[in-house]
């Protein structure tokens, strides 16, 4: 079961990627090859655990995006939490937070 959450996982990542480069007008070129390279679990947890926000995740928050994000996508929805830690999720929460993101959930209030 956690092995097809994660491909469902891998499908969100590549979706984002997607979304951020036609809706946003955003290539991440980097977060596409990090995709190719460690998938998306890894990816994220990367990402995520980053002591600053990436390069990615400031040009999607200059284009008022931010739902764009790894850390949006983790805890949007629900159905990806078990893939993380409670640490990795207050992270990811914390960050969207430092930056006003306003949540299309209440989860991070």
């Not at 998306?40 to 980053?50: D, E, H």
């Not at 629900?78 to 949540?103: C, G, I, M």
Request: aromatic content about 10%.
């Amino acid at each position: 079961m956690t092995e097809d959450l994660e491909r469902q996982f891998d499908a969100a990542m590549m979706g984002i990627y997607q979304r951020a480069k036609t809706e946003a007008k955003y290539n991440a070129t980097v977060f596409l090859r990090m995709l190719d390279e460690r998938r998306g679990l890894a990816t994220a947890k990367y990402l995520i655990n980053a002591a600053t926000p990436s390069e990615g995740y400031t040009n999607l928050w200059e284009r008022n995006r931010l739902d764009l994000t790894v850390e949006a996508l983790v805890l949007e929805n629900h159905k990806w939490h078990p893939l993380f830690s409670s640490d990795e999720l207050a992270k990811a929460r914390s960050r969207l937070v430092a930056y006003n993101y306003k949540p299309l959930t209440s989860d991070l209030t």
